[in-house]
């Protein structure tokens, strides 16, 4: 089959303020049909869908695989930073497709590996005696508008990449700093979650937190705290994006232990390509290493961003590819 015989599949990457959306061939993303779209200016999926069909001449496509940031039960998504709700069939009718399918968007991500430039992966902690086997269980972790993690493992059935919400796990106490911060941060409910720091707003947070210790109450959005930081002209925000790293080792530490992936751990979003510049700085590590008995065990886990923007398509492609090839 030569790649114009190839079934062609809609692809789209919902996060909370965007959508991403291409045309795809097999595995591979045909990178002059990605737009992006503002989701304020539509009121639903189908909206985006059918005006995306709409600017690519009225596009037909044969399948369709769409990434979501929030939960997926039973063929529906619920969005977690957006008031909408897509299922299979909606996603059937938007697009015309016969075989649709929706991920959350770190599935979507975990889906991507292989599949990506070495270009767009930036190592970050190198692991010598970091595993070989094909095999081995990887994980990533999203860190932008909310936080989640999955795992990617490879079984003798193809690729599977279990959906998880692991941004609403309860937020790690070790210090008198904690306890201090942990009520700062919760929800309405009371609830101090990963994602309350792990995040955009996680890090506006923060900034609250220390400019009202610090006798100074003040606001800031998370692109102007990283702007602050970069150019050292407020202590607040060095000092969130300190804690912000901090916490963000020792999650993925715990993750990694959970999980175990000696293929390694790779982070995702855009505020953790922000982070990158002060991983080291701040001590990304040693927080990831601080287990304990178990620090040297650590040492096995290699760690890279991915700086690609545009992964989670490449994940729904490789998706959709598998189911239409199955």
């Known amino acids: 089959m030569t790649r114009s015989d190839t079934p062609l599949a809609l692809v789209a990457d919902i996060g909370g303020t965007n959508t991403r959306c291409a045309l795809a061939r097999g595995t591979a ?3 002059d049909t ?7 200016d539509f009121k639903s999926l189908d909206a985006v869908l059918r005006q995306y069909r709409n600017d690519q001449g009225d596009v037909d496509p044969d399948a369709a695989c769409v990434a979501v940031a929030g939960p997926v039960f039973d063929g529906t998504a619920t969005m977690t930073n957006l ?6 069939a909606a996603l059937a009718r938007a697009t015309g497709a016969e075989h649709v399918a929706i991920l959350n968007d770190l599935q979507a991500q975990g889906h991507a590996l292989g599949h990506l430039d070495v270009a767009a992966l930036r190592p970050i902690l190198t692991a010598p005696d970091a595993a070989t086997n094909p095999m081995a269980a990887r994980l990533v972790v999203g860190v932008g508008t909310g936080f989640n993690v999955a795992p990617v493992w490879e079984t003798a059935g193809g690729r599977f ?3 998880s919400e692991s941004g609403h796990t309860t937020l790690p106490v070790r210090s ?9 941060v919760a929800d309405a409910d009371g609830m101090a979650a990963v994602e309350d720091i ?15 210790e610090g006798g100074h109450p003040g606001e800031k959005a998370a692109k102007d705290i990283m702007d602050a930081c ?21 999650v993925c530490g715990d993750h990694a232990l959970i999980h175990l992936p000696f293929g390694g751990i790779y982070l995702v979003g855009g505020v953790a390509r922000a982070m990158v510049p002060y991983l080291a700085t701040y001590g990304f590590a040693g927080a990831f290493n601080d287990k304990g008995r178990f620090a040297d065990f650590m040492t096995r886990f290699p760690v890279s961003v991915i700086e690609d923007d545009y992964a989670a398509l490449a994940g729904c492609a490789a998706h959709v590819a598998g189911m239409q090839t199955a």
Not at 34 to 40: E, M, P, W
Not at 198 to 212: D, I, K, V
Not at 236 to 248: H, K, N, S, T
């Open 230 to 250: 970069e150019a050292g002209s407020d202590p607040y925000a060095a000092q969130a994006v300190a804690r912000f790293v901090g916490y963000l080792g020792t």
């Open 161 to 163: 990449v279990p959906p």
């Open 83 to 88: 008031d909408w709700t897509i299922d299979r």
């Open 176 to 184: 008198a700093d904690d306890l201090r911060l942990a009520p700062a």
């Open 34 to 40: 990605i737009c992006r779209y503002s989701n304020s």
């Open 198 to 212: 792990l995040s955009g707003r996680g890090l506006e947070r923060l900034y609250s937190f220390f400019a009202n």
């Open 29 to 31: 993303v045909l990178q």
